[in-house]
C-alpha cells in the first residue's frame, strides 16, 4: 500500500507546479539554469550548502531534502517564498521554525519519518 502515498505525491507535484517541470538533482546542476528551477530534489551532500545557494532560485516551487538527518530546518527555506511543496520525510526534525508561516505559497509538506 506504499504506492498510494507516492501516487498522491505525484498529484500534488502535478498541482502544484500545473506541469511536468524539470526535476534538478543539485545546485550545481540548478546554478546553469536559476530562474528555471522549480523543483530541486536536493542530496544530502548539498545540504550545507542551501544556507548560501536556495536564494538564488527565485522560481523555486517544491523543494525535497529527504532522509538527511537534519535535525533543524534551516532557516533560509522559510525565507523562499515561492516554495508551496516542501518534502522533508526522513529526516530528525522534532519541531518547525515559527518562520515556516513566511510560506504564504505552501500548500503541501510531508514530515512523514521525522
Known amino acids: 500500500m506504499r504506492t498510494f502515498p507516492t501516487l498522491l505525491l505525484l498529484f500534488a507535484q502535478f498541482l502544484v507546479l500545473g506541469q511536468a517541470a524539470k526535476k534538478y538533482t543539485s545546485f550545481a546542476q540548478a546554478s546553469a539554469s536559476p530562474n528555471e528551477v522549480k523543483w530541486l530534489d536536493l542530496p544530502c551532500e548539498d545540504v550545507s550548502r542551501v544556507h ?63
Open 52 to 114: 548560501t545557494e536556495l536564494s538564488k532560485l527565485p522560481n523555486l516551487a517544491s523543494f525535497y531534502l529527504t532522509g538527511c538527518a537534519i535535525e533543524k530546518l534551516p532557516n533560509v527555506i522559510t525565507e523562499a517564498t515561492s516554495i508551496s511543496l516542501l518534502k522533508l520525510q526522513d529526516n530528525q526534525l522534532q519541531t518547525l521554525p515559527p518562520t515556516i508561516k513566511n510560506l504564504n505559497q505552501l500548500s503541501v509538506i510531508n514530515l512523514r519519518n521525522n
